[in-house]
């Protein structure tokens, strides 16, 4: 089946909110101590408007026979003004979810391809993502993808 990208449009908000409540389900039931179920709709209307309407960044949809089966949300970033940082400008891929129907069918990868176009439009060479350790295909995935690992959050709980 032929998958189509564009922009997200305001229109797309439930849609979008079924995938974020894939999302935000895989990550209540991984990660229990980080994340609990949602109450209602996964995303604000407004924290939704918000993002389409913020120039320095791109929601693009994935659609398979006119039905939402994916998203991305990137946006570019800047290195803070620190003596010791060098100045750069990334695009920071924030959100990716591809529905648990179509997984393994290439949507993830065109959403991604995509955020990359965006990237080199926007004048930027380099992006950067925070990946869960979990689930591993996911890793695997930006692994297939060229990402590399360069930083691990690590966490300890005290009893």
């Known amino acids: 089946?032929?998958?189509v990208l564009r922009a997200a449009i305001y229109e797309d908000y439930e849609d979008?909110?079924?995938?974020?409540?894939?999302l935000d389900r895989l990550h209540s039931q991984a990660l229990p101590n980080?994340?609990?179920?949602v109450e209602g709709p996964a995303r604000?209307?407004?924290?939704?408007?918000?993002?389409?309407?913020?120039?320095?960044?791109?929601?693009f949809v994935?659609?398979?026979?006119?039905d939402l089966v994916g998203l991305v949300f990137g946006y570019v970033r800047?290195?803070?003004?620190?003596?010791?940082?060098?100045?750069?400008?990334?695009?920071?891929v924030d959100e990716l979810v591809v529905s648990e129907y179509v997984r393994h069918q290439g949507?993830?990868?065109?959403?991604?391809?995509?955020?990359?176009?965006?990237a080199r439009e926007q004048g930027v060479t380099e992006i950067e993502l925070d990946v869960w350790e979990f689930p591993a295909s996911a890793l695997a995935f930006y692994e297939k993808?060229?990402?590399q690992t360069t930083r691990r959050h690590m966490r300890k709980q005290l009893s």
């Not at 800047?78 to 920071?92: A, H």
């Open 78 to 92: 800047t290195t803070p003004p620190v003596p010791m940082v060098v100045p750069r400008r990334f695009v920071q």
């Open 107 to 118: 949507a993830g990868q065109l959403l991604m391809e995509r955020v990359h176009q965006w």
């Open 16 to 22: 979008a909110c079924a995938l974020y409540e894939q």
């Open 1 to 3: 089946m032929t998958i």
């Open 145 to 147: 993808l060229g990402y």
């Open 62 to 66: 994935a659609e398979q026979q006119g």
């Open 34 to 37: 980080f994340f609990h179920p």
């Open 44 to 59: 604000s209307r407004e924290r939704f408007a918000e993002l389409l309407a913020n120039e320095d960044a791109a929601l």
